[in-house]
Nanobody, 119 residues
Framework: QVQLVESGGGLVQAGGSLRLSCVGS????????MGWFRQAPGKEREFVAA????????YYADSVKGRFTISRDNAKNTVYLQMNSLKPEDTAVYYC????????????WGQGTQVTVSS
């Protein structure tokens, strides 16, 4: 059974930092793209950042470029999202995602972790 388990969310003041972690289990993710998405109340889920597991290529939404950094630790099967200079508009539930990079679409989601940024 494939599982993605997020942690690291919490309450932080504007300008502060948090690091989210996503531990994957149940399969190898070498051919997957690992991503972070977020969903604020009343809004649709949106893309935040992604990294290819094999090469480590990274992609970011314009709204987080220069503030967030995605990385992975292959040995620990873990993906991280370092979030700096947080803003109140970053408040959302953050979800980890794994999507196969080839063939028919196959993806997995974590349960989400709440990030709240106070002004």
């Amino acid at each position: 059974q494939v599982q993605l388990v997020e942690s690291g969310g919490g309450l932080v003041q504007a300008g502060g930092s948090l690091r989210l972690s996503c531990v994957g289990s149940g399969r190898t993710f070498s051919t997957y793209i690992m991503g972070w998405f977020r969903q604020a109340p009343g809004k649709e889920r949106e893309f935040v950042a992604a990294i290819t597991w094999s090469v480590g290529s990274t992609y970011y939404a314009d709204s987080v470029k220069g503030r967030f950094t995605i990385s992975r630790d292959n040995a620990k099967n873990t993906v991280y999202l370092q979030m700096n200079s947080l803003k109140p508009e970053d408040t959302a539930v953050y979800y980890c995602n794994a999507e196969r990079s080839y063939g028919p679409r196959l993806q997995y989601w974590g349960q989400g972790t709440q990030v709240t940024v106070s002004s």
